[in-house]
């Protein structure tokens, strides 16, 4: 949905963000990780606003869901609480429409039925979560929404191609 490569100028928004990234890379410091993470976060989302913001820019369709009624409030529910067990009727009331017409919209928006939507987010946080050696696949499958160790390693192998397991060792040698 971007370029290759996208240069965004530092601006009076970024150079403290910038800044403060810049003189925490300079020192070894406990907690320096955590700090990182979270800093380079915050330049990403601040370069990805400047970037759309852009008088020429054609913002792409996850901008203009997160900025669509019904549909963005849709994406922050599943977003902040992806392990709840959503259905289109619950999503639509909660955003104030009826199902039907939520259903739509949302498809027509962000190109894909709330529900498969849903799934996908929650096998890109599961991807993720599966980094963590530490953490069992059952572990995952719960953090994620699925009670069922067992549906949820058929959900990943039918969305990644590989069971978590095999996702895991994959990361690993490589």
Do not use: I, N
């Not at 890109?124 to 050696?133: G, V």
Request: hydrophobic share 50%.
């Amino acid at each position: 949905m971007l370029p290759p490569l996208a240069v965004v100028p530092a601006g009076p928004r970024t150079r403290a963000a910038l800044d403060l990234l810049a003189a925490e890379t300079a020192r070894e410091e406990p907690g320096q990780d955590a700090v990182l993470d979270r800093l380079l976060d915050l330049v990403l989302v601040l370069a990805l606003r400047a970037w759309c913001a852009r008088p020429q820019a054609e913002p792409s369709s996850w901008y203009r869901a997160l900025a669509t009624p019904a549909v963005g409030d849709a994406l922050r529910l599943m977003h902040e609480d992806p392990a709840h067990r959503w259905t289109v009727a619950e999503l639509a009331t909660r955003v104030g429409r009826s199902r039907v017409t939520f259903a739509a919209r949302f498809t027509g928006v962000v190109g894909e039925p709330p529900l498969t939507y849903l799934t996908g987010w929650r096998m890109a946080l599961a991807a993720d979560l599966l980094r963590d050696a530490d953490a069992t696949v059952a572990a995952v499958a719960h953090e994620v929404g699925y009670e069922d160790a067992f549906a949820f390693r058929v959900a990943f192998k039918r969305a990644r191609g590989l069971s978590p397991t095999d996702w895991r060792r994959q990361l690993r040698s490589g």
